[in-house]
């Protein structure tokens, strides 16, 4: 019984938020920045693509609950890992596929589950696996932003199809 925490950026923090939270085993989700230059940057800064950071969620997890795989392999199904530096209509550098190992455990578990999407998705993954390094908060409305905001319109047409694809895809580790 070993928690553990990966940092993981697929385009905009609030759909990765809110599809890892339904999950059992996860204990918290944090919607952060990382990967850049700026030190503290704030939403806007991230926005305009010049700071290098990306969007991302901080994932803790019990892997006695669920495994590292399911967290890694749910990474790859609720979002497009073929996409460079994008999902959907949201375009930047700050959206791109990453994943920011804190260890070499973490990096190992990294690149077999981006071979495995790889397979999956027919080849083209573009995800990069970069170092972790400063790790900032995002703003507090961030945080949980689904929940906050079931009816906002980018919740309804982006967030909520992949909450519902995690659903179902997982549906054994899925809370009641």
């Not at 010049?50 to 590292?68: K, L, R, Y």
């Not at 990453?98 to 573009?126: I, K, N, S």
Request: charged share 20%; net charge negative; glycine share 8%.
């Amino acid at each position: 019984m070993a928690t553990q925490t990966f940092v993981l950026a697929g385009g905009c923090f609030w759909c990765l938020d809110a599809a890892y939270r339904p999950l059992r085993g996860v204990s918290e989700v944090l919607s952060n920045y990382t990967g850049g230059t700026l030190q503290n940057p704030s939403y806007e800064q991230v926005c305009t693509g010049t700071t290098g950071h990306a969007e991302a969620v901080a994932v803790t997890f019990d892997d006695a609950v669920i495994p590292a795989d399911v967290i890694l392999d749910a990474f790859f199904t609720m979002h497009d890992p073929r996409q460079l530096n994008r999902q959907g209509n949201d375009v930047g550098t700050q959206y791109r596929s990453a994943m920011f190992p804190t260890d070499e455990a973490q990096t190992e578990l990294f690149e077999t589950a981006r071979a495995r999407a790889d397979e999956l998705w027919g080849g083209g993954v573009v995800t990069t696996i970069e170092p972790l390094g400063a790790v900032y908060p995002a703003e507090d409305y961030h945080q949980d932003f689904f929940a906050k905001n079931p009816t906002q319109g980018y919740c309804l047409a982006v967030a909520l199809p992949k909450v519902n694809k995690i659903r179902a895809s997982y549906a054994d580790y899925v809370t009641a």
